[in-house]
């Protein structure tokens, strides 16, 4: 079956630290690659995607990820955290092999950034 | 404002009880899905509709039902057979098709079973 690992389960870091959350997924054909963010009582909302093109994707907030496909990966980046960051983050992966637009979702990582 | 609903934001439920989550949309969208959230774990896909009146079950439908009887509702039903109800349950939308796969969520209801 398919799946989707984000190996940080929690991070904490300072502001101005640099971030690097990781995610992989297992599944050989072509994906579309998605990070979520869920700020304290928020709504789970939309990050960054890849779709195709550009490896290097730009998000809201300073946030980026890079799809590396020979590793199966989509590492999202930030160079320098807030602590409004603070917040769990989900990698999401759409397996382009006609079963909809259903998304797997990674595990999440909790992020806790400290002023 | 378009959007997704769900409510009650906050549900207490005895056990033995079944309960039916809302959820709401008003962006058009043809698919809706019903995730549970559980710390550690991420989301799970519960249910799935890509139309009205179809729907399929996700990765842990045991113990739970759906209905789509308008595009713009798909409610969840939690019965008294989910051995482990108390979890935050997410409702998402998106287009069909060649849209991409960018689904759309709601606030979430958090359910306690007492």
């Known amino acids: 079956a398919q799946s989707v690992s984000q190996h940080n389960h929690h991070v904490i870091l300072s502001e101005a630290a640099s971030l690097e959350l990781g995610c992989n997924y297992s599944?050989?054909?072509?994906?579309?690659l998605f990070w979520y963010v869920q700020y304290p009582g928020q709504h789970l909302q939309l990050l960054l995607k890849y779709f195709s093109g550009d490896p290097l994707v730009k998000g809201i907030k300073g946030f980026e990820a890079e799809f590396i496909k020979s590793k199966f990966s989509f590492n999202l980046r930030k160079p320098s955290v807030q602590w409004s960051d603070t917040a769990e983050y989900f990698c999401?992966?759409?397996?382009?092999?006609?079963?909809?637009?259903?998304?797997?979702f990674g595990g999440g990582t909790r992020l806790m950034v400290k002023p | 404002d378009g959007g997704i609903t769900q409510s009650p934001k906050y549900l207490f439920r005895k056990e033995g009880q079944n309960v039916t989550l809302s959820c709401e949309q008003n962006?058009?969208?043809?698919?809706m899905y019903w995730y549970r959230q559980d710390p550690g774990q991420g989301l799970r896909l519960i249910y799935y509709?890509?139309?009205?009146?179809?729907?399929q079950k996700g990765d842990i439908a045991e113990g739970y039902s759906v209905s789509r009887e308008k595009k713009e509702s798909f409610p969840l039903t939690v019965t008294s057979a989910q051995k482990n109800p108390t979890a935050f349950y997410l409702c998402a939308s998106s287009y069909r098709g060649r849209s991409g796969g960018e689904q759309f969520f709601g606030p979430g209801t958090r359910l306690t079973v007492l």
């Open positions: 599944y050989g054909g072509t994906v579309n």
């Open positions: 962006l058009n969208h043809d698919a």
């Open positions: 999401a992966v759409k397996m382009n092999n006609n079963a909809g637009n259903m998304l797997t």
């Open positions: 509709s890509q139309i009205v009146n179809d729907f």
